[in-house]
């Protein structure tokens, strides 16, 4: 069985070395970069399997980084970094990251939620029925695996949007507030002001009009957003 192949991006050479002796420990393959146009333009030419990024690097950031593999891949992507403040998470989270650890963290909680994203993702691959699987229009959404589906195939959603997705549907026929989003979603209490869901709503939409679903997010402006059940 082959390896899977992890990519590590942070201008920091003990955190890669770090992080990449536990990973080899654990029996993955690594490949380590200390900025983030060289991982980007490896992941081009050969792609991991999980992505670990550091935010503040040189030329191209984690958070733009991010953003640009997202438009080519729905790579299982954790973001590391020493920015801990909830907008920082958020707007981490809001770019399509799968999970984000602060500095300084320990190897072995990020090699457990590394192992957890892998989990998810051979329950995936095996399509894992369950109790929890709902359907509205024509989606199909599971919440143990984060999965939603047109007619039967992914429509290729990041975790985090499918959970976001899942709690709509969950909620159907229902204003749901942003503030409601970020709590029950994103586990965020205090009042933010941010564009995380709007941004993350955009994505979704996108995806299901890419499959062809009819399933439509209605916008409540200044509250937050809807799914209205047709049938």
């Not at 490949?31 to 030419?45: C, M, N, P, V």
């Not at 090699?111 to 051979?122: C, V």
């Not at 691959?125 to 999965?147: H, L, Y």
């Amino acid at each position: 069985m082959d390896k899977k192949l992890i990519y590590i991006a942070d201008d920091e050479i003990n955190i890669c070395n770090i992080i990449k002796s536990f990973l080899i420990n654990e029996n993955f393959a690594v490949e380590t970069f200390y900025d983030g146009h060289s991982l980007l333009e490896a992941f081009k030419l050969k792609q991991a399997s999980l992505l670990i990024l550091d935010i503040m690097m040189p030329g191209i950031d984690g958070y733009s980084l991010c953003s640009l593999i997202r438009k080519i891949s729905a790579v299982p992507i954790i973001i590391v970094s020493a920015k801990d403040t909830e907008p920082d998470k958020i707007a981490g989270l809001t770019l399509g990251a799968d999970d984000y650890l602060t500095k300084p963290f320990s190897p072995i909680e990020l090699i457990a939620r590394i192992k957890s994203i892998f989990r998810r993702i051979e329950l995936d691959n095996i399509q894992t029925k369950s109790n929890e699987s709902i359907k509205i229009s024509d989606i199909s959404i599971n919440a143990d695996i984060r999965q939603a589906n047109f007619c039967g195939k992914s429509i290729g959603l990041t975790a985090m949007e499918s959970s976001l997705l899942y709690y709509l549907i969950s909620n159907k026929n229902r204003a749901v507030s942003r503030k409601e989003l970020l709590d029950k979603v994103w586990g965020f209490e205090d009042q933010i002001e941010t564009r995380a869901t709007d941004d993350m709503i955009k994505r979704i939409r996108k995806k299901l009009v890419s499959s062809g679903s009819s399933l439509k997010i209605d916008t409540l402006w200044g509250f937050g957003f809807t799914i209205q059940d047709k049938d």
